[in-house]
């Protein structure tokens, strides 16, 4: 049973470029997050979603952020124009339901230069 | 507001020194507790759910208590393959499900 997959693994971008990180939960689950993790900070909560659903957005900035778990395929996040302040590693965690542990993926560093 | 906060930051212990990481947190119902072990340069990885005080869960070298206001992990024994972030994670009440993490506790055990 593979784990929760994220690519890019790495990705490299300058400032007003758009960045798309994107992630496959593990089988069977149907709950998906993002978190950001900056160096020396925890992980924070960015975004909750369900197929077809944004259950919960309230960890992510207002502008040029977005994110959608379509019917088939990967979930997104996407980030339009983006600054120095975005590189962080950004990582995604699938559970089977909303009570319950969540399994993360190995995450993507995205770099803005 | 709904916080957690690990101690201490770092801890160095030589290979076989037992001892404790702390995680303290303040959450409006608690709807679950979680221990994660994180490498460098990967995803966390889960290790534990504590729902309720008094629960104790265990594996291997681990062990982790809760309590209504704080949580514990005990290494016993540690060896260096232990070394790693371990974080601490809870999940709050409400409609949404999304997980508070303390900063970690970044553990080096020496041989």
């Known amino acids: 049973n593979a784990g929760v997959m994220q690519n890019p693994r790495h990705l490299v971008r300058r400032r007003g470029q758009e960045a798309r990180l994107r992630c496959s939960p593990m089988?069977?689950?149907?709950?998906v997050y993002w978190y950001r993790q900056l160096p020396e900070e925890g992980l924070k909560f960015m975004v909750y979603l369900q197929k077809e659903n944004i259950i919960d957005e309230s960890g992510m900035p207002k502008e040029r952020f977005s994110a959608e778990f379509p019917k088939e395929g990967p979930s997104i996040l996407r980030i339009q124009q983006v600054v120095r302040g975005d590189s962080a590693a950004y990582f995604c965690a699938s559970s089977p339901r909303g009570h319950y542990e969540q399994y993360f993926g190995p995450g993507t560093r995205l770099t803005v230069t | 507001e709904d916080q957690v906060t690990q101690s201490p930051e770092a801890l160095r212990l030589q290979e076989g020194e037992s001892s404790s990481l702390n995680c303290s947190y303040t959450v409006s119902g608690l709807r679950g507790l979680f221990w994660y072990r994180q490498d460098p340069g990967k995803g966390p990885e889960f290790l534990f759910t504590l729902y309720s005080a008094g629960e104790e869960k265990e594996k291997e070298r681990l062990k982790a208590t809760l309590t209504k206001k704080e949580s514990f992990l005990h290494i016993t024994a540690p060896k260096p393959e232990d070394s790693a972030t371990y974080l601490c994670?809870?999940?709050?009440?409400?409609?949404?499900?999304?997980?508070?993490f303390g900063t970690g506790t970044s553990l080096t055990v020496i041989p």
């Open positions: 089988k069977g689950h149907s709950h």
């Open positions: 994670a809870v999940q709050a009440g409400g409609t949404g499900n999304q997980f508070y």
